[in-house]
Structures are given as structure tokens and as C-alpha cells.
């Protein structure tokens, strides 16, 4: 029966990496190609995701999701709670790192988010089911509102003014997604096939995209100029978080499929719309693809044994 386990973990591993991590570096890896090979420019496809692809994404996702009933509330709660968490230890952290407002503003964006998207609702769907899916979604919906809010500030303060960082938000085509989105919610307006195609089609480019960027901006990542901080903001992403989920799941009440699944996404890797964000930004982009990159590629090492626990 033991051998038994260690076979089915085993197998649990090889079927996360395969159906949710290799997929990944594949379309990464195009992206690095085309970088090398062609000289494709990373700073246009980064503002094409950015000004055009992001914005439908998360139309999309608002407009067609469900988020009713006590137990969303509690759910988007812990999104907001676990990210607020996050960013506070990575202050604390930071505080001997002695970093620049760049710097800080890079370690702050990769600590707080975590890639629930592409990443983490695949990987609840294949260890929980579709009802730990769906308290997923609420979770991934709040983080990505609070990506292109709080986000965007953070990012913005690593190089202007507070009041510039604030003012800089309502330029966020994203925001104005957001706003649309909740729009057509409170109205119960039905959007017709000519509008929701094209909008369907372009969300549906987004993730696929943001990858191709993260794989373009590693072709021109060079060593970590200062490896212990990346080590530090990696650890707080994959060890940390999961333990300060765990205690705000306790906190909330979220049992059973809640649990599970608020859990996963807050242990998932640094998201790869950070490395959007800090090319928009300039805030240290090749810190920020080196946590994402190395995050990412380590998360098997911590997911697996926290599926298993759970």
C-alpha cells in the first residue's frame, strides 16, 4: 500500500508538469525563439497584451462568471487578504535587502501575485474537481482586479510619484474592462454575438500571449545580478504563502472545495503579467522574469506535496 501511494504521487507529479507546466515553457520557448531568430520586439507584444488583450481577458471572465452567495464573498475576501499578507511580509523582507524604489516596487509585484490564471485553475480543476474550480475562478477574478488596481500602483510608484502611480491607473485599458464588465452585470444586458466574438477570441489570445512575452524577455534575461533576493522573493511565493493561506482559510471559515482551492492559488508561482507590468513600467524587468522563470520552474517541488496534504 505504500509503494501504492508513492506510485500515485509520483504519477501526480508527471501529470501536473505535463498537462500544466510543459505547456508553458513550450509556448515560452517559441517566444525565445522569436526573440533570438527574429529580433521580434518584446516592448510592442508587451503593450499589444497589455492595451488589448488583458482588457477582453477580463471582460470576458467577469461577464461569464458566477460569483454569488456568502461563500464568494469570503472567497474574494481571502484573494484580498492573502495578497494585502503577501505584500506586508514582502516589505518586511525587503527591509535588509536595501533595495531602490524600482527594486522594491519589482519584489512587491512578484510576491503578491501569483499566477492563478493559466497556472492554477488547471491545476485545482485536475487535483479538486469542477466545485474547487469554481471557488477558483472567484479567487483568480478578485486577484486579477486587484493585479490591475493595486498592481498597476505598485508598479507605477517604482518610478513616478504616488500621485502619478494613482493617476496612471485610470490608464489602464484593463480597469475600463472591469467597469465594463460590471456594467453589463448590473444591467443583465445580453451582448450579441457581434461584440462577444471578437472579444472571446481576443481573451482567448491573452494567456498564450503573455507567455510568448515572458519567453521573448528571457532571451534577453542575463544571471541574476543579486541571486539572493530572487531566492527570497521565490521562497516567499512558493513556501510562505501557502501557510499564510492556510491561516486565513482558518480565519474566514472556507472548509472543503473553498479550502483546496484558495490554497493552490495562493501557493502558485510569480504571475507572468508581472513581467508585463514591469516592461510597461520599467521596473526592474529582468528581476521579475527571473522570479517568474525560476518560480515557475521549482513550483512542481511544492505544489505536489501541498496537493498531497490537502
Known amino acids: 500500500m505504500r509503494g501504492r501511494n508513492a506510485g500515485d504521487r509520483v504519477t501526480l507529479l508527471v501529470s501536473i508538469f505535463a498537462a500544466d507546466i510543459l505547456p508553458i515553457f513550450l509556448i515560452a520557448g517559441a517566444g525565445f525563439l522569436l526573440a533570438r531568430r527574429l529580433q521580434a520586439s518584446v516592448k510592442t507584444l508587451a503593450h499589444v497584451t497589455f492595451y488589448a488583450l488583458v482588457p477582453c481577458l477580463v471582460f470576458k ?16 475576501l481571502l484573494a484580498i487578504l492573502v495578497t494585502g499578507t503577501m505584500g506586508l511580509l514582502a516589505r518586511i523582507v525587503a527591509i535588509p535587502l536595501r533595495l531602490n524604489r524600482a527594486e522594491l516596487s519589482a519584489f512587491l509585484l512578484v510576491v503578491m501575485f501569483s499566477n492563478g490564471g493559466n497556472y492554477g485553475l488547471p491545476v485545482v480543476l485536475f487535483a479538486f474537481g469542477n466545485e474547487a474550480l469554481s471557488h477558483a475562478s472567484v479567487y483568480f477574478v478578485t486577484s486579477s482586479m486587484m493585479t490591475y488596481t493595486v498592481g498597476v500602483l505598485v508598479a507605477g510608484a517604482g518610478r513616478r510619484s504616488i500621485s502619478q502611480a494613482i493617476v496612471s491607473i485610470a490608464s489602464v485599458p484593463a480597469i ?6 460590471a456594467l453589463v452585470l448590473l444591467t443583465g444586458v445580453a451582448l450579441p454575438p457581434t461584440l462577444m466574438r471578437p472579444i472571446g477570441l481576443l481573451s482567448d489570445a491573452a494567456i498564450p500571449v503573455m507567455i510568448l512575452v515572458l519567453g521573448m524577455q528571457l532571451e534577453r534575461a542575463t544571471a ?3 541571486p539572493s533576493v530572487v531566492a527570497a522573493a521565490v521562497a516567499l511565493s512558493l513556501v510562505a504563502a501557502p501557510f499564510v493561506a492556510m491561516g486565513l482559510t482558518s480565519m474566514l471559515g472556507l472548509s472543503g472545495a473553498a479550502r483546496q482551492a484558495g490554497i493552490v492559488l495562493a501557493a502558485m508561482p510569480a504571475a507572468v503579467v508581472t513581467t508585463i507590468l514591469a516592461l510597461e513600467f520599467d521596473v526592474a524587468p529582468a528581476f521579475v522574469t527571473n522570479v517568474v522563470f525560476i518560480s515557475t520552474l521549482l513550483s512542481p517541488l511544492t505544489l505536489t506535496p501541498l496537493i498531497a496534504f490537502l
Open 61 to 76: 471572465f467577469l461577464v461569464t462568471s458566477r460569483m454569488t452567495g456568502p461563500e464568494a464573498g469570503r472567497m474574494a
Open 176 to 181: 475600463y474592462g472591469v467597469a465594463a464588465a
Open 224 to 226: 541574476a545580478e543579486r
